[in-house]
């Protein structure tokens, strides 16, 4: 056994942690402190993987992973309702469901106006919609009484009683519940006014107070006729993977003539919450680590300064005995790198024991500034992101050693000899 550990385990490996048991308590306290540093690291980043991940998919569900619109639909302003919308989008639609990459392409009407009780009236923003359109969102979106819409063609649909769905803060501003009857007030394509009334299918909350008070859901038949006109605001193609939506983007082109002149907008430059929240982040990250490796190589060249400090004889009689100087300082950063490497094992490990508790107890986080919804805490385990933490780690803890045996084999073999 103990030739098989001599085969696997270096000479200098071995020295090593020889030389690091003559003071377990120090080289106990240096490992600990890697350990945190490692764990703090992979577990804010984690974290971050999680938000970033998390704020991507709600962003996709919610507008979809590709929008098709009228060049400039985002940038111009409308002066009538569906000024800059699609004509006849069927055919598209067809074509573009042909790809086993797309989820569902659903058409959608963007209207604002107002909405009464016949009391109290208030300003909304409408989203006309088809009823698949929830079931792309999945469970970005919490319905809190009633239902989503229901499906136009089904027969227990009642033509008599259109259905709206309404924000939870536009349903308490109005005093309406389910079953309550509102009126919704709109400016048509020709510049004349038309109002309807709705039965309130189902009350739902976006997490987002502002929306929360505006927002509600028609289908889109029952905005076309509203706006009296068959146009589209946009189609939002939504896919089954995130990363499929540059290749999907590239073949809805092809399938799109020149005189059509549409535009293929991505989901990622119209999700201007994500990528605020991803720069914030991303700062406060680099803050953390450049804290964490500062904490680190202060410790660690403390660390290898007293223990340098107190081998100064032995440096001397090994110096003495003819060994050269790099020779010694491999040997203090084999020291280094072994306490690196236990503690970034450590640390990764306390990481991964961290993801797979949170995963069996259920830890909320409360509402970010501008929510009203908590979410649950969630961790990813990376381990690109440990492996770059414990490289991170090594390469101070190397360049730490490396200063401070430096001074040690610099000082005159008869000093050393007779240092006290």
């Known amino acids: 056994m103990g030739k098989l550990a001599a085969l696997l385990i270096p000479d200098a490996m071995r020295l090593a942690w020889l030389n690091l048991r003559r003071n377990q308590r120090r080289s106990s306290l240096s490992i ?5 540093a490692v764990f703090a690291l992979t577990s804010t980043g984690g974290f971050g993987l999680y938000t970033y991940d998390s704020l991507k998919e709600s962003t996709a569900r919610d507008i979809g992973h590709l929008i098709i619109s009228t060049p400039g639909y985002f940038q111009k302003e409308e002066e009538t309702p569906l ?5 006849e989008p069927t055919e598209l ?5 042909a790809f086993d990459q797309v989820r569902g392409v659903q058409p959608g009407i963007e209207f604002t106006g107002l909405i009464s009780n016949g009391t109290k009236s208030a300003i909304y923003v409408g989203h006309g919609v088809n009823d698949r359109e929830f079931d792309m969102k999945g469970p970005f979106l919490d319905v809190k009484q009633g239902q989503t819409l229901s499906n ?17 803060d536009l349903a308490r501003n109005l005093n309406v519940s389910i079953g309550d009857w509102v009126t ?6 020709d ?20 929306l929360d008070k505006r927002q509600l859901y028609i289908h889109i038949n029952s905005a076309q006729s509203l706006l009296n006109s068959d146009k589209v605001s946009t ?13 999907i983007a590239e073949h809805i082109s092809k399938l799109i003539d020149d005189s059509q002149q549409l535009q293929i907008t991505p989901w990622h430059e119209r999700a201007f919450y994500y990528q605020n929240v991803k720069n914030l982040y991303d700062r406060i990250f680099g803050i953390m680590g450049c804290i964490m490796a500062m904490v680190v190589f202060v410790a660690l060249f403390n660390t290898m300064t007293m223990s340098v400090t107190e081998r100064t004889r032995e440096i001397g009689t090994l110096s003495a005995l003819g060994s050269y100087p790099q020779e010694i300082i491999n040997g203090f950063l084999s020291e280094a790198s072994l306490l690196a490497l236990l503690g970034s094992l450590l640390g990764t490990l306390a990481s991964l024991g961290l993801t797979a508790l949170l995963m069996i107890f259920d830890v909320q986080m409360p509402p970010p500034p501008g929510m009203t919804e908590g979410y649950p805490l969630t961790i990813y385990f990376s381990l690109p992101l440990a492996l770059f933490a414990s490289f ?3 390469t101070i803890c190397l360049t730490a050693a490396y200063f401070s045996a430096r001074k040690g084999v610099n000082k005159p073999i008869t000093e050393a000899l007779i240092y006290v």
Do not use: C, W
């Open 83 to 87: 000024a800059n919308g699609l004509n």
């Open 191 to 210: 510049g004349a006014l038309n109002a309807y009334d709705f039965q309130v299918h189902g009350i739902y909350s976006t997490g987002v107070p502002e």
């Open 152 to 168: 136009v063609r089904s027969p227990r649909y009642d033509a008599n009683a259109p259905e709206v769905m309404l924000g939870k």
């Open 184 to 189: 919704l007030l709109a400016t048509t394509v």
């Open 392 to 394: 991170g780690v090594l």
């Open 235 to 247: 189609i939002s193609v939504f896919l089954f993977e995130l990363e499929q939506t540059q290749t």
């Open 32 to 36: 600990l402190i890697i350990t945190i």
């Open 93 to 97: 639609i067809r074509r573009i469901m």
